[in-house]
């Protein structure tokens, strides 16, 4: 491609012409509604490009087979939903303490369980913090249209190569199955990041788990020069198993700070009508359109109120939620879920009384008046 | 190069308790790599969890160590993205055919070209004794207290009907035996599967009161005999050892390059 291209496509397109935007190889999955599209565009176009596509038995096998293939130095993505993504829990810690780059979409649908598979949600906020066992940390992003579903995307796979660690785009039923125009910018306009590989020469001892001072892990691909050992124990730097207690400590330590440290560099957000609001709306995903719809209504009117798009969840932004909601009147966390960024939010803000929920949890998407009548009750205008 | 060369020296002495069965299908296994003249860096080994998956810590290969049960799927991962790699994929009988039973009969069905080899102990060596698929009936385990009551899968017939197309048996007792069978293995174009009879003294051995290494290994000697031998046909309940299926068949990495060249029209 070498100008921008237009289309008209759904998320899970989208999200499909990110990844291969960002030179995606690889792709392992499973069926599973609603992100199958994923799965089905892949098989067609990877092979097109020389890539592999391979559906595997299950989700278990789709996560441990794409670990296996980044490290051949591939680009290496899976897509899932709910119970898929309960499967992939494990094979997802492996990648987290073996640090192999990948991305993990989970396109959401309602749960527990089978829930309401064609229906929205956004209720695997905290699975995709917590889900794997284990003390870790985790990128995940997110987006409320196309354009925005295909750049992060490639954010995605920039982040995994950056930080070595599996990113997760948790998407949902509404971005991923809605139609609407996505601009594939040319090549070249936005930035890739390659796999760091290792400038050790054949024949010198390369340690796997060494990071620079820069604190990046440069890779050696299987079948290259070194030969060394990948484990999901706690190891040394060559990759050996080790419980040394301060090889335990480092490496935890290491797995949690290179992420966490670096907070600011990872945040991705948007902001709407901020400057001076007094009614700070904290949305994401297709909550937020709802949630930026409102805010536009209520500014014609004169409502002073605000939104602030979260596009990247974990590592969590507190610096950010904390300045933008200093000195609000109220807080509204919109999203579809019982509360799972709100509490979050109200861990963080100055005012944590001032925080309020507008979620729907049935399987419809939230409307713009469902947060309105919220609002006007927070602002002593009846029901 | 001699075997020495094939190991991690720096990484020993082994976590093996004395008499193990897993250090004589690692000393087959360097001799089949060394016969066969592989170079080092054209190996990946890929084991899951248990004493047996230890293995993959001690050769001077690309080594991926990983979950219980899925390191079979992990090697497809590896395999279909680099299919000049050659993948030794060791496991546990636990590890291959419980809680890896799936991706087991999968990679079979596909044909993918990499060697299985089951280091068959009948029981869970790492967590302690507990009964597993191959362990059989009337067996003693730390979960069998009153004598197992679950059948236990054929390896040989449960490859073959999964579609592995090169399928073998041997011990540890006849360790040479396993290096011819893990070479023709290796050298095969396809899923191949090597099951090995390989004694865990410590769990099995004890609880079954069949004696120490030495007792079991000679068990290996008397309760096997080769395909098509005469003690074999005298006395059909032995085990048998050899070559039951070597056929060839699509591989399932060749027959995606010609899916490679349907989609591009040819052009690559
Ligand atoms: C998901 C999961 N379940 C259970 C375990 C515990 N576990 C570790 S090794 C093992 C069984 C090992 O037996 P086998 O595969 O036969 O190998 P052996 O130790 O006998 O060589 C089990 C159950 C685990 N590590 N992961
Ligand atoms: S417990 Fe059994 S399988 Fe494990 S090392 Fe000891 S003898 Fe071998």
């Known amino acids: 491609m070498t100008k921008s291209t237009i289309k008209f496509v759904q998320g899970n397109e989208a999200c499909v012409e990110g990844a291969l935007y960002a030179g995606i190889d690889f792709f392992a999955g499973y069926p599973i509604t609603p992100s199958t599209e994923v799965a089905e565009l892949l098989a067609a176009r990877l092979p097109q490009k020389g890539g592999k596509f391979i559906q595997m038995e299950d989700e278990i096998a789709s996560m441990c087979a794409i670990i296996g293939a980044s490290l051949t130095g591939h680009k290496v993505m899976t897509a899932t939903s709910g119970p898929g993504f309960s499967l992939k829990q494990e094979a997802l810690g492996y990648a987290c303490m073996a640090e192999i780059p990948c991305v993990v979409v989970n396109v959401q649908r309602g749960g527990p369980s089978t829930g309401n598979p064609t229906h929205v949600s956004q209720g695997d906020v905290n699975q995709a913090r917590w889900g794997t066992h284990g003390d870790h940390s985790i990128i995940t992003l997110t987006a409320s249209n196309h354009q925005d579903v295909f750049a992060m995307t490639v954010d995605a796979f920039n982040l995994a190569e950056t930080y070595r660690t599996p990113v997760i785009l948790l998407f949902d039923e509404a971005v991923g199955h809605m139609r609407e125009k996505l601009v594939v910018p040319e090549k070249g306009a936005i930035p890739l990041v390659d796999r760091l590989r290792t400038a050790v020469d054949k024949g010198v001892d390369y340690h796997p788990y060494l990071p620079r001072e820069d604190g990046r892990l440069p890779m050696s691909d299987f079948g290259g020069d070194h030969r060394y050992n990948v484990t999901g124990l706690f190891h040394d730097m060559w990759g050996f198993p080790s419980n040394n207690p301060s090889v335990v400590n480092g490496l935890l330590h290491h797995l949690v700070d290179k992420i966490e440290n670096n907070v600011q560099a990872i945040t991705r957000y948007k902001e709407y009508f901020l400057e001076d609001a007094e009614y700070v709306l904290v949305s994401y995903g297709s909550s937020a359109r709802s949630a930026i719809h409102l805010a536009k209504n209520r500014r014609a009117r004169g409502d002073r109120v605000g939104v602030l798009e979260l596009q990247s969840l974990w590592p969590f932004p507190e610096a950010l939620i904390r300045d933008r909601c200093r000195g609000a009147k109220a807080v509204v966390v919109v999203e579809m879920n019982m509360g799972q960024v709100m509490r979050h939010v109200k861990a963080v803000v100055d005012e944590p009384e001032r925080v309020f929920l507008a979620n729907r949890i049935d399987g419809q998407l939230i409307t713009p008046t469902d947060i309105k009548k919220l609002l006007r009750v927070i602002q002593g205008m009846g029901v | ?268």
């Open chain 2, 1 to 268: 190069m001699s075997v020495k060369d094939y190991l991690r020296e720096r990484y020993f002495p082994h976590m093996w308790c004395p008499g193990c069965g897993h250090g004589t299908v690692l000393n087959s296994l360097l001799r089949a790599v060394e016969a066969l003249g592989l170079n080092k860096n054209d190996i990946v080994m890929t084991s899951g969890i248990g004493c047996s998956a230890r293995i993959s810590g001690y050769v001077d290969f690309h080594s991926l160590h990983t979950i219980h049960g899925r390191a079979l799927a992990f090697a497809t991962g590896v395999k279909f993205s680099k299919p000049e790699l050659k993948l030794l994929v060791p496991m546990g009988d636990g590890d291959a055919l419980a809680i890896g039973g799936n991706h087991f009969i999968h990679a079979a069905r596909r044909n993918i070209d990499m060697t299985a080899i089951v280091m068959n102990n009948r029981i869970y060596g790492m967590t302690g004794g507990q009964f597993s698929p191959l362990s059989g009936l009337d067996k003693k385990a730390t979960t069998a207290p009153y004598l197992t009551i679950d059948n236990n899968f054929d390896v040989v017939e449960l490859a073959r009907a999964a579609g592995a197309s090169f399928v073998a048996r041997t011990t540890t007792y006849h360790a040479l035996e396993a290096v011819d069978l893990l070479k023709r293995a290796i050298d095969h174009k396809g899923f191949s599967v090597v099951e090995i009879l390989s004694q865990c003294p410590t769990h099995f051995g004890r609880k079954n009161k069949e004696g120490d290494a030495t007792n079991m290994l000679e068990l290996y000697k008397a309760n096997t005999a080769k395909l098509g031998s005469k003690a074999l046909k005298e006395n059909p309940s032995l085990i048998a050892r050899g070559i039951f299926v070597d056929e060839t068949r699509p591989e399932y990495c060749e027959a995606y390059e010609e899916i490679i060249q349907r989609a591009t029209g040819g052009k690559r």
